[in-house]
């Protein structure tokens, strides 16, 4: 192959990292999503659900059968200066003690919030959940989906969308928040992992007056990324997501502090409101920065 051939290829190269599967709130498989990143013509895709590792990544990342690059990844709930973020994590080692230790910490939280969940949701409406049937359900991480899904099965409601609009959106009495870790203990054990860290969705966590506030704030506990590229478009249109600034803005924090600018479609998988795979493709040179950054 020619250089100049070879350079322009390297150069056209695209990634989302940014998405979900079974193992948390998504809907296909790690395989799915896999087969469905080559069809959007990716070449690389950083899988990242919540609170977990999907059980099917292995260290750092791989190179699937059809040539796809899998960076093993996590979006990780958790807390700074009184605001709820998220941090994406990449090239994450699963296997290693101190955070295979605060994903079980992050788990327990979650299966007591969904244990609460359950018995406000009883106690309110009578639907006889019980938490036994979500935890089957969860390949991962329990959460709301898994409490939808069986609100659907015992015919009170038709659809997840319903089940959300009539019981356990966060509007409601029933609703109980994911008692959440600080992004410091979050950043600091991604970073003894030898993976990186990205601040997730900034547009929707923070708001624009307090985000360069926030962002200072993460950066000097070490925060690596930025999340630049994301659908925000997309989400203007779902009444679940509330978008406080976009690109532009998030695009200036990143460059003001220094930040690697990373992106991200936060696809849920085929038959959700969320399945943008594919609509952000950042540049595989942000991949490169990642990876260079890290401990792999």
Same mark, same amino acid.
């Given at each position: 192959?020619?250089?100049?051939?070879?350079?322009?290829?390297? /150069?056209?190269r695209?990634?989302?990292?940014?998405?979900?599967?079974?193992?948390?709130?998504?809907t296909?498989?790690?395989?799915?999503?896999?087969?469905?990143?080559?069809?959007?013509?990716?070449?690389?895709?950083?899988?990242?659900?919540?609170?977990?590792?999907?059980?099917?990544?292995e260290?750092?990342?791989?190179?699937a059968?059809?040539?796809?690059e899998?960076?093993? $990844?996590?979006?990780?709930?958790c807390?700074?200066?009184?605001?709820?973020?998220?941090?994406?994590?990449?090239?994450l080692?699963?296997?290693?003690?101190?955070?295979?230790?605060?994903?079980?910490?992050?788990?327990?939280?979650?299966?007591?919030?969904?244990?609460?969940?359950v018995?406000?949701?009883?106690?309110?409406?009578?639907?006889?959940?019980e938490?036994?049937?979500l935890?089957?359900?969860a390949?991962?991480?329990?959460?709301?989906?898994?409490?939808?899904?069986?609100?659907?099965e /015992?015919g009170?409601?038709?659809?997840?969308?319903?089940?959300?609009?009539?019981?356990?959106?966060s509007?409601?009495?029933?609703?109980?928040a994911v008692?959440?870790?600080?992004?410091?203990?979050v950043?600091?054990?991604?970073?003894?992992?030898?993976?990186?860290?990205?601040?997730a969705?900034? $547009?929707?966590?923070?708001t624009?007056?307090?985000?360069?506030?926030?962002?200072?704030? @993460?950066?000097?506990? $070490?925060l690596? $990324? @930025?999340?630049?590229?994301?659908?925000?478009?997309?989400k /203007?249109?779902l009444?679940?997501?509330?978008?406080?600034?976009?690109?532009?803005?998030?695009?200036?924090?990143?460059?003001?502090?220094?930040?690697?600018?990373?992106g991200?479609?936060?696809?849920?998988?085929?038959?959700?409101?969320?399945?943008?795979?594919?609509?952000? /493709?950042?540049?595989?040179?942000?991949v490169?920065?990642l990876?260079?950054?890290s401990?792999?």
């Amino acid at each position: 192959m020619p250089f100049q051939h070879k350079l322009k290829t390297v /150069k056209n190269r695209k990634a989302d990292l940014h998405m979900h599967t079974k193992a948390s709130d998504g809907t296909d498989t790690l395989e799915k999503r896999i087969e469905d990143a080559k069809e959007k013509g990716l070449n690389a895709i950083a899988v990242t659900d919540h609170d977990t590792v999907n059980e099917g990544l292995e260290k750092r990342s791989f190179k699937a059968e059809n040539g796809i690059e899998v960076i093993t $990844g996590s979006e990780i709930k958790c807390r700074v200066k009184g605001e709820k973020i998220e941090i994406l994590a990449y090239f994450l080692d699963p296997e290693e003690t101190e955070l295979k230790e605060l994903f079980e910490e992050l788990s327990d939280r979650r299966e007591k919030r969904m244990k609460e969940f359950v018995e406000n949701l009883n106690e309110a409406h009578g639907l006889g959940l019980e938490i036994e049937e979500l935890l089957e359900k969860a390949d991962g991480n329990v959460g709301r989906p898994h409490l939808a899904e069986t609100i659907v099965e /015992k015919g009170v409601v038709d659809s997840h969308q319903e089940a959300f609009d009539r019981f356990i959106g966060s509007e409601h009495d029933e609703y109980v928040a994911v008692e959440k870790v600080s992004a410091e203990k979050v950043i600091q054990a991604v970073h003894e992992n030898g993976g990186v860290t990205s601040l997730a969705h900034p $547009g929707r966590s923070l708001t624009e007056s307090g985000a360069e506030e926030v962002v200072k704030e @993460l950066k000097s506990k $070490g925060l690596d $990324g @930025l999340e630049v590229e994301y659908t925000y478009k997309q989400k /203007k249109g779902l009444d679940s997501y509330t978008i406080n600034f976009g690109t532009e803005k998030a695009s200036e924090l990143a460059e003001e502090f220094d930040l690697v600018k990373t992106g991200g479609s936060d696809c849920h998988g085929s038959g959700s409101e969320k399945y943008f795979l594919g609509d952000v /493709k950042v540049p595989y040179s942000r991949v490169n920065e990642l990876k260079n950054m890290s401990g792999k």
